[in-house]
């Protein structure tokens, strides 16, 4: 399962991350963001170590939403150094996410 991120650690684990970050968010109501949580958590097991990916529910989390302007979701946000170098937002096959990813590493 991916890291649960929320407005209170999203600071610690995603800003001040050394890796690169992957956020989803999403919400329990939103279909789309269900077809996409798979592949996210998919992702976590796999670059352990290289990467960080997490997720925040928007509905329990919404000041970095607003932050970063998410309107949609799921948007996927990828995270380095503190800045937001890549996005997608909406559902997208799994090669899309982990070559963001890899673009960051």
Known sequence: MALEIT??????????SDKPVLVDFWAAWCGPC???????????AEYEGKAVVGKVDVD???EFAAKYGVRNIPTV??????EVVDKQVG?????????????AL
């Open 34 to 44: 269900r077809m996409v949580g798979p592949i996210v958590d998919e992702i976590h």
């Open 7 to 16: 407005d209170a650690n999203f600071e610690e684990l995603v800003l001040k």
């Open 60 to 62: 329990a989390n919404q």
């Open 91 to 103: 559902v997208a096959p799994k090669n899309t996410y982990t070559g963001k990813i890899d673009a």
């Open 77 to 82: 946000l990828i995270f380095k150094n503190g």
